[in-house]
């Protein structure tokens, strides 16, 4: 079975889940056993895909994909916050792993590719936007493809080699010659305005589950980004947290006091979306919910193509 059809079988599944997926239902008030009991029921069984026969190379995108869609409801109806993301990955990807049915397809539960993927998702299927994309690359060094959920190549080449050279940032190398680098870009949001052959790239989003030292790989390439006028830079995290589990972004204060991570992050991102409630990261003009995205691709396709 082709990936598209993997995968096409893994979204409509999910449909199916919101569909009998009920805010009202609770288990002994627990959310995450009425998810479990719903996703092990012999109705919902009866009808999960058979992924047996996708092809085996595809394997670990299959994986981290169909988490990524799970997860996906649970947020979509609880809420899209740090405390469901965790309550997923702590206490229902542990059942799944070793469940008869679900084992076979998600024994591994890693939460950067999942995350990078939920984006993925939400973005091209659940937030219905109009001539928007959101697009991976074949390589994390040196891409020559864009893949949309199903791994297909929506973008003409010509208009990919165009994206391509376009959003690429100049490296001047003392001693050395100019080179073209692909920085710190986990998904590419392209637009246009009726035909996808005149497709432009519109935003980066930099996909972190922590900030810790790879916040500041993002901010160089969002600082580059900027100067030469590369699309917009945002930045999507859980801020998981530090060693004591309290954010690494923080609360900006009356006083306009901070944390050294919020300054950098809030002078050098045109947005940052996060999962974290405000009582403990307050918003600001750049720091939205993660479901700021959908306004913000929107407004940013009008304006990049005057519509």
């Known amino acids: 079975m082709s990936i598209k059809a993997c995968i096409s079988n893994l979204i409509d599944f999910k449909n199916v889940l919101l569909e009998n997926y009920s805010i009202y239902n609770r288990t002994n008030g627990s959310r995450t056993q009425y998810y479990l009991d719903l996703l092990t029921s012999s109705e919902i069984l009866r009808i999960a895909p058979d992924l047996s026969n996708c092809e085996q190379k595809n394997k670990s995108y299959l994986n981290s994909y169909f988490h990524a869609c799970l997860i996906a409801v649970f947020l979509e109806k609880e809420g899209d916050s740090l405390w469901n993301w965790e309550k997923y990955a702590r206490e229902i990807a542990p059942v799944l792993k070793i469940h008869g049915f679900y084992g076979q397809y998600l024994p591994k539960f890693t939460e950067s590719d999942i995350l990078e993927y939920f984006i993925l998702h939400t973005v091209n299927n659940t937030f219905g936007l109009y001539n928007i994309k959101a697009l991976t690359t074949n390589s994390d060094s040196n891409p020559t493809k864009f893949y949309d959920d199903y791994l ?57 589950t922590s900030l810790r030292e790879r916040v500041y790989q993002s901010i160089f390439w969002a600082t580059h980004s900027r100067v030469e006028g590369i699309a917009r830079h945002t930045f999507a995290t859980l801020d998981k947290g530090d060693s004591g589990r309290n954010s690494e972004i923080g609360y900006r204060g009356t006083d306009n006091a901070a944390r050294k991570t919020r300054d950098v ?40 193509f005057g519509l």
């Open 152 to 208: 297909n190549e929506i973008v003409p080449e010509i208009t990919t080699n165009k994206i391509l050279e376009k959003v690429q940032v100049t490296m001047k190398i003392r001693g050395q010659a100019e080179k073209k680098v692909w920085g710190d870009n986990d998904i590419l949001i392209v637009a246009y305005p009726d035909f996808v052959l005149d497709a432009e790239a519109i935003c980066i989003i930099s996909c972190k």
């Open 265 to 304: 992050l809030e002078s050098t991102m045109d947005r940052v979306y996060v999962f974290r409630g405000a009582e403990e990261v307050n918003r600001s003009y750049v720091i939205k919910d993660f479901e700021y995205l959908k306004k913000d691709l929107e407004r940013w396709r009008e304006d990049y």
